[in-house]
């Protein structure tokens, strides 16, 4: 089964701060996602990528930009922490077309 | 783009009791429809699917629906157990994304 991590399980930050969530997969998947969920809103796409050196936004990209130089690796980057941007951040791989996801463990960031 | 609803967002159940989960779509070009499963402090995990040429999929006490006319589907328990207890979330595939339901929040009392 193929394994997605996320470095961090728990993050504190101060706002303004540059903050960085790394997710890798131990196979060669070439769709990522990066979701945030918050309580009654679900999981919200913030960003995917499609290949290396690939990006596109999703339904709330702003505030947040991604990277992805090799193809295991997915990061999102927080260019300047804000307090509403505390929540759970899930990575996900697509598991072949139509195929469902494989989430990581995600990450809980605070913003103080 | 897709639009995914689900209902309701709490559901509390007897231990043995069934449980209905329902979620409808907007765009009729979604073709894939997961449920995940998600425990306290947990990642969601694939418990079922269904794709847009199956009207139902079963796999042991657990069921999914889909009626594609009227765009919705919905996820059956039966027999449940405190250990469904969890987070329940629909979603749609469209083009190369998922669109998520707001999630379910089921309470098996014993």
């Known amino acids: 089964d193929v394994k997605v991590t996320q470095s961090s399980r728990y993050l504190v930050k101060r706002t303004g701060e540059k903050v960085f969530l790394e997710c890798v997969q131990d196979?060669?998947?070439?769709?990522m996602f990066w979701y945030r969920q918050d309580p009654g809103l679900g999981l919200r796409l913030i960003y995917f990528s499609y290949d290396v050196k690939m990006k596109e936004k999703g339904d709330i990209p702003e505030g947040y930009s991604v990277s992805r130089e090799k193809k295991e690796r997915f990061s999102l980057i927080l260019e300047s922490a804000s307090t509403n941007q505390t929540s759970m951040y899930l990575c996900?791989?697509?598991?072949?077309?139509?195929?469902?996801?494989?989430f990581g463990s995600g990450t809980r960031l605070t913003v103080v | 783009g897709e639009n995914v609803e689900q209902h309701p967002s709490t559901l509390s159940v007897q231990e043995g009791d069934s449980a209905v989960i329902k979620c409808t779509y907007s765009?009729?070009?979604?073709?894939?429809f997961p449920w995940y499963k998600q425990e306290l402090g947990k990642r969601p995990q694939l418990i079922i699917d269904?794709?847009?040429?199956?009207g139902e999929k079963k796999d042991q006490r657990i069921a999914v629906t889909l009626n594609k006319t009227a765009k919705h589907f919905s996820l059956h328990i039966t027999e449940t157990q405190p250990e469904d207890s969890a987070v329940y979330f629909c979603?749609?595939?469209?083009?190369?994304?998922?669109?998520f339901g707001s999630g379910t929040k089921l309470n098996v009392k014993p």
């Open positions: 196979m060669d998947h070439e769709n």
């Open positions: 269904i794709r847009s040429n199956v």
């Open positions: 996900a791989i697509l598991l072949g077309t139509g195929g469902g996801y494989t």
């Open positions: 979603a749609a595939h469209n083009f190369n994304k998922f669109y």
């Open positions: 765009d009729s070009a979604s073709n894939y």
